[in-house]
């Protein structure tokens, strides 16, 4: 099971689920003409989603509205997780814009009522957090921090690790392909798909450990253990719950951080708390953050442990224009407020249980699918080949079917094998069985 497996986006820079641009006749003539205009204008590196790309004018709730008034429901969308043009955060965001916007140079009460909202929702350990645009900000200045504080280089990540694009996030990103070079110092590991109980741990503590004595012999010191906790870009991994903990024990040991990257699981999408480190029991020394917490405003940070922050603070300084500016702090304290009166924790939990298991009695007995991983609201679905299609094209048929018949997933893994279904977390179970009923049409469409 844990064998490293060819790289599907590693031979071609190539996207699980990406539009085929040798299929752009089949389109319809307005797809096709913005498929043109796009390559005029747009930087090649873009990928589109789906056989047939989608063109969405419109969204509310767990509703996308597509150019010609189709409506399609969302099941892949993590970050309008509070629903699209949620009102409660578009009237935040109106209302701020409309009164001030500045940045984190000047004092702002509002700022710092959300740094206190946002931090008591986090083990007490971290309590200082700092603000930026992306995810891939925050992880390259969690990266950053982390070797300032431990005066060392290496760092180790899960072998089809994502974790964003500027220079260090790219270089610790296996998931971009073999023509995106990871560091020098930076170590891939396998991780214990297939295995339960403490065998997972024990597997993943030894991985962890032979990374750091890799690193150790090639001179390098250990400056951190960077994950997913819900191992996204890998092909999903939430269980057993726990079995990060002798991993960050040996970690800590090699005088390394651990940095949780919350930017798939945070904002409560495991449906049994706020960040997926919390489900494994850790304690992070930086759990960084993003996509959900302005539910579409580009804000994103982290938070860290103040001690850790303490000499990169009194040598260097940071100031970055847009983050933290008062309308991304406005949306993310709306997104808080609409968890908690909403309680979408709770409803993740819930309603994940019951897509899960209705998923589940859907492809009882059905060769063509694997194992069903997950959390609340975060699922992947392994498919197996059928001895014609292989299990990546299985995949990415199943995928398409299902936007064809008006329901939005797509794909993760190695090689793309995994369905992923990740839907706003106000999702419902009338919209459970609009899904279903999709699922069991793509069924029929793809592996009858
Ligand atoms: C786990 C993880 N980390 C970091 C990032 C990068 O975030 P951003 O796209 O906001 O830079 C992503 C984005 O997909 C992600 O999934």
Same mark, same amino acid.
């Given at each position: 099971v844990n064998e490293p497996r060819a790289e599907l986006v590693g031979r071609s820079g190539e996207m699980v689920n990406a539009f085929d641009a040798s299929r752009i006749d089949d389109l319809a003539p307005r797809t096709r003409s913005m498929i043109q205009r796009r390559r005029k204008v747009l930087g090649p590196a873009y990928r589109l989603q789906y056989a047939n790309p989608v063109e969405f004018v419109r969204g509310e709730g767990v509703w996308l509205y597509d150019v010609d008034g189709r409506q399609v429901l969302d099941a892949y969308n993590n970050v309008p997780s509070v629903g699209h043009c949620h009102p409660h955060v578009v009237e935040a965001i109106r209302r701020q814009a409309a009164t001030l916007n500045t940045n984190t140079r000047y004092l702002d009460a509002k700022v710092l009522d959300y740094a206190e909202a946002l931090l008591a929702t986090h083990d007490e350990a971290l309590d200082n957090v700092m603000f930026t645009c992306t995810g891939s900000e925050a992880n390259d200045l969690a990266l950053r921090v982390a070797r300032y504080h431990t005066r060392a280089e290496g760092v180790i990540i899960s072998r089809h690790a994502y974790h964003g694009v @500027?220079?260090?996030?790219? $270089? *610790?990103? &296996?998931? +971009?392909? %073999?023509h995106v070079p990871l560091g020098r110092e930076v170590r891939a590991i396998g991780l214990p798909f297939g295995m339960t109980g403490y065998a997972a741990a024990a597997w993943m503590a030894k991985e962890v450990s032979g990374a750091i004595a890799d690193l150790e012999r090639h001179g390098i010191q250990l400056a951190a253990f960077i994950v997913d906790t819900l191992f996204a870009s890998d092909g999903i991994l939430a269980d057993p719950r726990g079995f990060l903990a002798p991993a960050v024990e040996a970690v800590h040991a090699a005088s390394g951080l651990f940095i949780a990257d919350e930017v798939q699981p945070g904002f409560g999408r495991t449906g049994e708390a706020m960040w997926g480190y919390q489900r494994h029991g850790v304690k992070p020394d930086i759990a960084v953050m993003g996509k959900p917490m302005g539910n579409g405003m580009p804000i994103a940070g982290m938070a860290a442990r103040s001690r850790i922050l303490e000499r990169f603070g009194s040598e260097t300084r940071y100031f970055n224009t847009f983050g933290g500016n008062s309308v991304s702090i406005a949306a993310a304290a709306a997104v808080l407020d609409v968890m908690h009166d909403e309680d979408l924790i709770s409803r993740a939990r819930v309603v994940g249980l019951e897509l899960r298991s209705r998923i589940e009695a859907a492809v009882y007995g059905r060769i063509e699918f694997g194992e069903l991983r997950g959390a609340g609201l975060y699922l992947g679905l392994d498919m197996r080949g059928d001895g014609t299609r292989d299990a990546t094209q299985l995949a990415t048929e199943f995928v398409n079917s299902m936007r064809n018949h008006g329901v939005l *997933?797509?794909? @993760?893994?190695?090689?793309? #094998? @995994? +369905?992923?279904?990740? &839907? &706003?977390?106000?999702? %419902? !179970? #009338?919209?459970? #069985? *609009?899904?279903?009923?999709?699922?069991?049409? $793509?069924?029929? !469409? *793809?592996v009858q």
């Amino acid at each position: 099971v844990n064998e490293p497996r060819a790289e599907l986006v590693g031979r071609s820079g190539e996207m699980v689920n990406a539009f085929d641009a040798s299929r752009i006749d089949d389109l319809a003539p307005r797809t096709r003409s913005m498929i043109q205009r796009r390559r005029k204008v747009l930087g090649p590196a873009y990928r589109l989603q789906y056989a047939n790309p989608v063109e969405f004018v419109r969204g509310e709730g767990v509703w996308l509205y597509d150019v010609d008034g189709r409506q399609v429901l969302d099941a892949y969308n993590n970050v309008p997780s509070v629903g699209h043009c949620h009102p409660h955060v578009v009237e935040a965001i109106r209302r701020q814009a409309a009164t001030l916007n500045t940045n984190t140079r000047y004092l702002d009460a509002k700022v710092l009522d959300y740094a206190e909202a946002l931090l008591a929702t986090h083990d007490e350990a971290l309590d200082n957090v700092m603000f930026t645009c992306t995810g891939s900000e925050a992880n390259d200045l969690a990266l950053r921090v982390a070797r300032y504080h431990t005066r060392a280089e290496g760092v180790i990540i899960s072998r089809h690790a994502y974790h964003g694009v @500027t220079a260090s996030a790219a $270089a *610790i990103s &296996p998931s +971009l392909g %073999r023509h995106v070079p990871l560091g020098r110092e930076v170590r891939a590991i396998g991780l214990p798909f297939g295995m339960t109980g403490y065998a997972a741990a024990a597997w993943m503590a030894k991985e962890v450990s032979g990374a750091i004595a890799d690193l150790e012999r090639h001179g390098i010191q250990l400056a951190a253990f960077i994950v997913d906790t819900l191992f996204a870009s890998d092909g999903i991994l939430a269980d057993p719950r726990g079995f990060l903990a002798p991993a960050v024990e040996a970690v800590h040991a090699a005088s390394g951080l651990f940095i949780a990257d919350e930017v798939q699981p945070g904002f409560g999408r495991t449906g049994e708390a706020m960040w997926g480190y919390q489900r494994h029991g850790v304690k992070p020394d930086i759990a960084v953050m993003g996509k959900p917490m302005g539910n579409g405003m580009p804000i994103a940070g982290m938070a860290a442990r103040s001690r850790i922050l303490e000499r990169f603070g009194s040598e260097t300084r940071y100031f970055n224009t847009f983050g933290g500016n008062s309308v991304s702090i406005a949306a993310a304290a709306a997104v808080l407020d609409v968890m908690h009166d909403e309680d979408l924790i709770s409803r993740a939990r819930v309603v994940g249980l019951e897509l899960r298991s209705r998923i589940e009695a859907a492809v009882y007995g059905r060769i063509e699918f694997g194992e069903l991983r997950g959390a609340g609201l975060y699922l992947g679905l392994d498919m197996r080949g059928d001895g014609t299609r292989d299990a990546t094209q299985l995949a990415t048929e199943f995928v398409n079917s299902m936007r064809n018949h008006g329901v939005l *997933i797509s794909a @993760t893994g190695v090689q793309g #094998e @995994t +369905l992923k279904i990740r &839907p &706003p977390l106000v999702f %419902r !179970d #009338e919209h459970v #069985e *609009i899904f279903m009923a999709a699922f069991s049409s $793509a069924m029929n !469409d *793809i592996v009858q």
